[in-house]
T-cell receptor
Framework: AQKVTQAQTEISVVEKEDVTLDCVYE???????LFWYKQPPSGELVFLIR??????QNEISGRYSWNFQKSTSSFNFTITASQVVDSAVYFC?????????????FGGGTRLMVKP | NAGVTQTPKFRVLKTGQSMTLLCAQD?????MYWYRQDPGMGLRLIHY???????AKGEVPDGYNVSRLKKQNFLLGLESAAPSQTSVYFC??????????????FGEGSRLTVL
């Protein structure tokens, strides 16, 4: 069975600080997908990124960047120059390729609070 | 763009009552899911469906039933609600990717309180 661990339950930063959200996963499969979702105070989950297990290239999208390292089974998420609008709960998730259903296994989430 | 729509958004039940949550998606997705979200536990899969007329159990299926009579709708039922089912319920859908696992599109959530 697979597992996703987000050890940081809550992080508080001051606006413009950089912040990294950690994600560690466990799976015996060699082909899998990793995701990050954002849940703002309004409640809906917003898809941020998907990576497959064959692609370890880091990705940058604006102020967001992701560091995928298979050697440590980690898929960390960094927000550069954080803003108040980044305040949300962030979930890391894992899906196994080929499973009948694309089901996601979620971590417990990290609540990020960005103070002005 | 409706996407995934859940009804109702809020509901308060007494122990033993029954209710149904309705999820509708307009993206022609084959796969649909019901998750529950509890503090510190992330989202846990209750049931899912890989197509019209099919359903399967997820991680925490006990106390829930589902039906997928139409491709665009996925219903979650509680036959006899218990306080342990107080939670926020999320419906999601995704496309079928033969070589790619697609992301899930989520509804806004339904907050259920069982007294």
């Amino acid at each position: 069975a697979q597992k996703v661990t987000q050890a940081q339950t809550e992080i508080s930063v001051v606006e413009k600080e950089d912040v990294t959200l950690d994600c560690v996963y466990e799976t015996r499969d060699t082909t899998y997908y990793l995701f990050w979702y954002k849940q703002p105070p309004s409640g809906e989950l917003v898809f941020l990124i998907r990576r497959n297990s064959f692609d370890e290239q880091n990705e940058i999208s604006g102020r967001y960047s992701w560091n995928f390292q298979k050697s440590t089974s980690s898929f960390n998420f960094t927000i550069t120059a954080s803003q108040v609008v980044d305040s949300a709960v962030y979930f890391c998730a894992l899906s196994l390729w080929g499973n009948a259903g694309n089901m996601l296994t979620f971590g417990g989430g990290t609540r990020l609070m960005v103070k002005p | 763009n409706a996407g995934v729509t859940q009804t109702p958004k809020f509901r308060v039940l007494k122990t033993g009552q029954s209710m149904t949550l309705l999820c509708a998606q307009d993206m022609n997705h084959e796969y649909m899911y019901w998750y529950r979200q509890d503090p510190g536990m992330g989202l846990r899969l209750i049931h899912y469906s890989v197509g019209e007329g099919t359903t399967a159990k997820g991680e925490v299926p006990d106390g829930y039933n589902v039906s997928r009579l139409k491709k665009q709708n996925f219903l979650l039922g509680l036959e006899s609600a218990a306080p342990s089912q107080t939670s926020v319920y999320f419906c999601a859908s995704s496309y079928t990717g033969q070589l790619v696992t697609g992301e899930l599109f989520f509804g806004e959530g339904s907050r259920l309180t069982v007294l």
